[in-house]
Structure formats: structure tokens, C-alpha cells
């Protein structure tokens, strides 16, 4: 089955990566339910995110989507929301960091969230298992996952005297990323500098002060700001010649030395199967918060020869995928 993209907006924004989803005029389509799709960050570093959650939602049929973009400024995340609730979507779809305005913005329109924090403690359910309200999704844990990165770095320059940690304080749960990137720095007795990150301008500003402290490596946290800047954290890692582990897969396969996490584009397609499965009638509060069972660990081969490192055996073997 098709899936109709109803806003020539968002088609001209993605240029020819909409045409992988066919069109299918309103006039045939009467009564196509509207989702409503709330991002924080930008549709050109989404287009692969969107096709995972399109996949999704091929079993719903034909849907309209309404796409709202906050292009990295979060603070226009709750007008947008509103906006979404105005119009009165069937399902209310918040990623990129969007879950709380969501949530804030409506009690009735089912809504189905990514999100890198801890849901319950959020208030954005009651429990993992019975949501009881009317939101559920997925839960990526991002915040959990930084001690691990810390570690394989460390494993990967055992000598470095320093190591910067890029780190968005604006993302739900960074307080939880904080606290395991300082404990698994303590375990390993590795000084660390934490550089915060929540707009363009501070990534060259943040590299700037690594260097000139000369920090011998760079660990960047998880989370869909950074995430979505991953070609230029890629250019300046190359630039500077320093090595670097991101969280998602496609950050490696765009020339990221290593990274580690759960796969993000089958995050988005569940996100897509949960919003089908509540258009044809299921409820928010029976449909369980999924997490993430697999996390993969991507090396660089060619970007770890450009940089004159040698992986050692011991990641190479644990290596989920090698890029030669």
C-alpha cells in the first residue's frame, strides 16, 4: 500500500528523496486520516529517519502527513505542536527532541515519541509495560550508552591524556549523560573536559578549545542534535586529525573513525508501525514503550588509516561491522 504525502513543502525540502513514497491526491482520498510529524531538527538530515518510519506505516494505508520542522531551534517547538493539535491530526509523531512539547500540547490526540531519556520519570507515561495515557514510543536510552562509548575510546587511545565530551545540555536526560560519562571516566582514570553543544556555532568552538588543549580525543554524546550534525563533526574530527566515537552507524559510514548504539532507522520505523496500528484502532495506553535490544558497534577502517592508528584486535573482533 501507498503512502500520500499531503505538503508540497516538505517535498520541495527533500527534493527527490519524497518521490520514494508515492503521491496520492486528496480529491481521490476523501477521508485519509492526517498524522501530524514534529521534529526539532531539520528534514535534510532526516531523509534516510524518514524513510525507515514510512516503511513503518505501510501496513495503514493511504495517510496524509502534516510535517512540522523546528530546524534546530527548540524553542519553536511548542507553537508547532499547537499548531499540529489546531488541525486536529488522528496521531501526533514527536522526534528529533519534540516529545515534551507534545506532550505539553495535547491530553487526547494519541501521540507516539521517540525519545533519549527516561519516559516514566518524564511524566510522558506511567510505566514501560501500560503507558495509561495517551502517548507511547520508543525509548532509545542514549543516556545510558556513554559510559560504554567512553570506555571503547579509551580502549582505542589507552594513552590519551585527555579526552573532550561533546554534550548537548538541552536534551532530556543529558544530566544522566553527564553523570555516566564522569563515572566510566573515574573507572578508566581518564580526565575528560565537557563541552556543551546546543547550536551550530558551538561545534568549531568546541573543537577550538580541544585543540588548543590538546585533547587526544573526542567522544560525542548521543542525541538528535548531534546526531544530525554528524557531517561536519565528521569534517572537523579529519581536520584536526583527532579520534572520534559517535553514537549512530550512519556517522561511521560518513567517515566517523567508530560508533556505538542502537540502530536509529529502525527506531523510526517502529515509531511508523505504532502510529499505523493506532489509526486502525489501537490505544496508546496498551501499546508498551519499546527499547532498543541490539547495539552495534561500526569501525572505520579507512578513516583509522588516515588518521596513522592501529585498531586493536580485541575491538576488531567485538566490531558489529568493519568499513574497509
Not at 6 to 20: D, E, K, M, N, Y
Not at 129 to 152: C, D, H, M, Q, Y
Not at 278 to 306: M, R, S, Y
Request: proline share 5%.
Amino acid at each position: 500500500m501507498a503512502i500520500g504525502i499531503g505538503r508540497r513543502q516538505f517535498i520541495s525540502a527533500l527534493g527527490g528523496v519524497a518521490t520514494v513514497w508515492p503521491l496520492k491526491a486528496h480529491a481521490q482520498q476523501p477521508s485519509m486520516p492526517v498524522i501530524g510529524f514534529l521534529n526539532g531538527q531539520s528534514p535534510e538530515t532526516f531523509a534516510h529517519l524518514l524513510a525507515a518510519f514510512h516503511n513503518g506505516l505501510n501496513e495503514a494505508g493511504y495517510v496524509d502527513i502534516e510535517y512540522r520542522w523546528a530546524e534546530g531551534h527548540i524553542e519553536r517547538l511548542p507553537s508547532l505542536a499547537s499548531d499540529l493539535v489546531s488541525r486536529q491530526v488522528a496521531v501526533l509523531v514527536a522526534t528529533g527532541g519534540a516529545h515534551l512539547a507534545a506532550k505539553a500540547a495535547t491530553s487526547t490526540i494519541p501521540i507516539v515519541f521517540t525519545t533519549t531519556g527516561e519516559p516514566v520519570k518524564a511524566g510522558l507515561v506511567a510505566s514501560f509495560n501500560r503507558p495509561g495515557g495517551n502517548a507511547t514510543g520508543v525509548s532509545v536510552f542514549t543516556n545510558v550508552l556513554e559510559a560504554k562509548r567512553i570506555e571503547l575510546l579509551h580502549e582505542l587511545v589507552p594513552n590519551a591524556l585527555l579526552i573532550g565530551v561533546l554534550l548537548d545540555r538541552t536534551l532530556d536526560g543529558s544530566d544522566i549523560q553527564v553523570r555516566e560519562v564522569q563515572v566510566a571516566a573515574q573507572q578508566v582514570r581518564q580526565q575528560i573536559h565537557i563541552l556543551n553543544i546546543s547550536a551550530d556555532a558551538d561545534i568549531e568552538t568546541a573543537f577550538a578549545t580541544l585543540i588548543k588543549e590538546r585533547a587526544d580525543a573526542v567522544a560525542v554524546a548521543g542525541g538528535p542534535f548531534l546526531n544530525s550534525r554528524r557531517n561536519q563533526l565528521v569534517a572537523l574530527a579529519a581536520l584536526h586529525a583527532i579520534p572520534a566515537i559517535y553514537e549512530a552507524a550512519e556517522t561511521a559510514a560518513a567517515g566517523g573513525l567508530m560508533s556505538y548504539g542502537p540502530s536509529i532507522p529502525d527506531v523510526y520505523r517502529q515509531v511508523g508501525v505504532y502510529a499505523g496500528r493506532i489509526l486502525k484502532g489501537e490505544k496508546p495506553a496498551d501499546l508498551p514503550v519499546l527499547q532498543p535490544t541490539k547495539f552495534d558497534l561500526v569501525i572505520n577502517l579507512k578513516t583509522a588509516k588516515a588518521l596513522g592508528l592501529s585498531i586493536p584486535q580485541t575491538l576488531l573482533v567485538t566490531a558489529d561491522e568493519v568499513i574497509e
